[in-house]
């Protein structure tokens, strides 16, 4: 019996949840007719089944020429015209605003039924386009997608010039972030060029121009009138913009943030943050612990609320802000502190981007099983703290990027770091470490919830290409950044002036050296070659080759062999374990236990007990995860920046 004829049996034998999946498997057949396409499509709709897994085999149904009269039908009666009705709404809305807005100089607008696009409903968030020309469904649109793929701000010379802008999200990020001419004393309109008039009014259905034309920022320029940019305000409109003085930065001004991730510990971020300082468009901290940001923000409140003010402008602003957010004290923060305004152009024609690089002092994932999806997700409270944080609820404008270094190097500086660096010298109770390779087994920061907020527009970038193409790497990240490509990213700078140290022993600037390090005395091949094989997936996915795995089979005994072989690591944790518990153990009666035997023993316990969790971890990934986010839905790899080959000093590092 094919799945077809199963499909139809259990249709009538009205077992409707039964026929709807076997007629899903239907239309996941690669050999199927229409008609079978069509059969499938049609009882999962009309038995209220997946509407859209219906709806795409209508729309490709139509595409390819099959039974259009009948879906065209269909389609209208249940998709378009319950819902024509706003959209008809909206066009005669932005037509009437648009007819009396001074700077569209074409008013002649087509009826709502003459418009060449039909804009078909398909969830609450976007809609499939039909092209009354073409007689065709095109793509999903979601004008609300918050993702800027466009580099609207490449040259701030002249004013912005954006050609066929057909997304509400981008629209209203250049509104929000383009200054008044008024505000910067010179002519600074946002020019939107359209080339076609019917496609530009058949998208006045769906955008919103009213809220958009308040401020009087856009010029519209239809087709031919492109030779018109730059308008001279002066001579056309009688508007001398130069007579007036520029104004500060305003606290709500500032809505787009540079969230500078943290992948794991040791990934070059201060790099980063190094060649980012001192950018004419950015407000810039650097490496911020969050758990000391959210203190300073709650210490700022508190002087807000009891007047401890100082007498800056930003302070003054904030004083006068109707119930401040913890987004507005953050702004204030950055805008208050000299050093994050280092280079800021203060006459520019944007808004400043405020980088925030919120740091912990490391990152952790622990393995959930979610009874109800049967699937196992990763948590880190970590990320949760940053997810759940009203700071970044509140910013409009999210981009986020992330650093990332060879596993294996910064694996090993992670240990070198704990053992050397993490506290002063002399306060050996600090100085532990950890189980850095368990943390690194489960660490799958460069994977992203494809519906998660914080990561739609978000790209991951190497340290490797950093360091060693450096003018192609920060070109493209300007890009994606949206910020200018300036001088002071040719360098790497900071509060202590260029080439800063940021622990002593590193690498200083374009210094190449740290790309090659391996450390060694850090960490055993066995542990390494467990990492790349259990991380491959990555290695291949960013361009990184093997060290230290092979390629061979592996099977449990391999990884039993390789886990023994872990004695640089399991030293060092023994050595400083056993220094913290001798110091901090006490008895009962609170006298300090100087036993260095009973310290071994708690030591050899501790170190005993990440074994049994490495063995653990090892023994569920082998059985091969599949990684999971919050939402229950499969974590996809984060976009590696991508380079202009014509930019490349040498050759890519693999």
């Known amino acids: 019996m094919t799945t077809i004829e199963m499909a139809r049996k259990m249709a009538d034998y009205q077992q409707v949840e039964s026929a ?43 595409n390819r020429g099959y039974y259009q009269a009948e879906l065209m039908d269909l389609m209208l009666q249940a998709f378009y015209l319950p819902n024509v009705d706003e959209q008809k709404a909206r066009y005669e809305a932005n037509c009437q605003a648009l007819a009396k807005y001074a700077y569209l100089f074409q008013k002649d607008f087509p009826a709502f039924e003459d418009l060449p696009v039909l804009f078909f409903p398909y969830d609450d968030q976007g809609f499939i386009p039909f092209s009354k020309s073409e007689n065709q469904f095109g793509a999903y649109i979601d004008f609300n997608r918050p993702v800027i793929d466009r580099y609207f701000f490449k040259d701030l010379e002249n004013p912005i010039l954006a050609r066929d802008v057909f997304s509400q999200y981008q629209l209203e990020y250049l509104n929000d972030n383009v200054r008044k001419s008024e505000w910067v004393g010179r002519e600074n309109h946002i020019y939107l060029h359209y080339r076609d008039w019917a496609m530009f009014c058949a998208h006045l259905s769906c955008l919103d121009f009213v809220s958009l034309l308040k401020e009087e920022k856009f010029v519209f320029l239809i087709g031919d009138e492109i ?22 930065i305003g606290i709500r001004e500032v809505k787009r943030m540079i969230w500078h991730t943290q992948l794991a510990s040791h990934n070059g971020t201060d790099f980063f943050n190094e060649v980012l300082y001192g950018h004419p468009n950015l407000l810039i901290i650097g490496t911020t612990m969050l758990k000391d940001m959210l203190e300073n923000i709650q210490t700022a409140k508190e002087n807000l609320r009891k007047r401890k003010l100082n007498n800056s402008y930003t302070q003054l602003q904030l004083s006068q802000l109707k119930a401040p957010t913890d987004k507005d004290i953050l702004v204030s923060l950055f805008l208050d502190e000299k050093y994050a305004r280092n280079g800021l152009d203060t006459k520019s024609r944007i808004v400043p981007a405020l980088l925030f690089q919120p740091h912990f002092s490391n990152i952790q994932y622990e393995l959930r099983y979610n009874e109800q999806t049967r699937k196992t997700a990763l948590f880190s409270k970590e990320y949760d703290k940053i ?50 390779f368990s943390q690194w087994l489960l660490n799958r920061s460069f994977m992203v919830d494809p519906q998660d907020r914080l990561y739609q527009d978000s790209v991951l970038v190497r340290f490797e290409d950093g360091k060693l193409n450096p003018t192609a790497t920060f070109t493209a990240l300007a890009a994606f950044l949206d910020i200018p490509y300036a001088e002071s990213m040719t360098y790497c700078s900071g509060i202590g002036g260029l080439n800063p140290e940021t622990l002593k022993g590193n690498n200083r600037g374009f210094d190449p050296a740290a790309v090659y390090r391996t450390y060694d005395d850090y960490s055993d091949d066995a542990d390494r070659a467990l990492l790349e094989y259990f991380l491959r997936d990555a290695y291949a996915r960013y361009g990184y080759t093997f060290h230290y795995y092979h390629g061979e089979e592996v ?54 007990g990440a074994r049994g969790n490495r063995y653990n971890i090892t023994r569920a990934l082998f059985q091969g995860l599949q990684f999971v986010g919050h939402s229950g839905q499969p974590l996809r790899f984060m976009d590696q920046l991508k380079l202009d080959p014509a930019l490349l000093e040498q050759p890519l590092y693999h």
């Open 227 to 248: 030779c018109q940019y730059p308008i001279d305000f002066k001579a056309r409109f009688g508007i001398d913009y130069s007579q007036y003085p520029v104004k500060p």
């Open 555 to 608: 099977d449990l005994s391999w990884i039993d062999e390789k886990l023994a072989q872990m004695t640089t690591l399991d030293r060092r944790m023994m050595e400083t374990f056993q220094t913290a518990i001798h110091i901090d153990v006490t008895a009962g009666d609170g006298t300090l236990l100087d036993n260095q035997n009973t310290a071994r023993a708690m030591a050899e316990k501790r170190v005993e």
């Open 20 to 62: 709807q999946k076997a007629y899903a498997l239907v239309l996941g057949q690669a050999e199927k007719t229409p008609e079978e396409e069509l059969e499938a499509a049609n009882y999962i709709f009309f038995s209220q089944g997946s509407y859209q897994m219906a709806y795409a085999s209508f729309v490709s149904l139509y």
């Open 387 to 436: 997810k759940d944080s009203p700071i970044f609820r509140e910013f409009k404008y999210i981009k986020a990027f992330t650093a990332m270094r060879r596993i294996t190097t910064s694996y090993g500086a992670t240990i070198r770091f704990m053992q050397e660096y993490k506290e002063s010298p002399r306060d050996k109770r600090n100085n532990l470490v950890g189980d850095a």
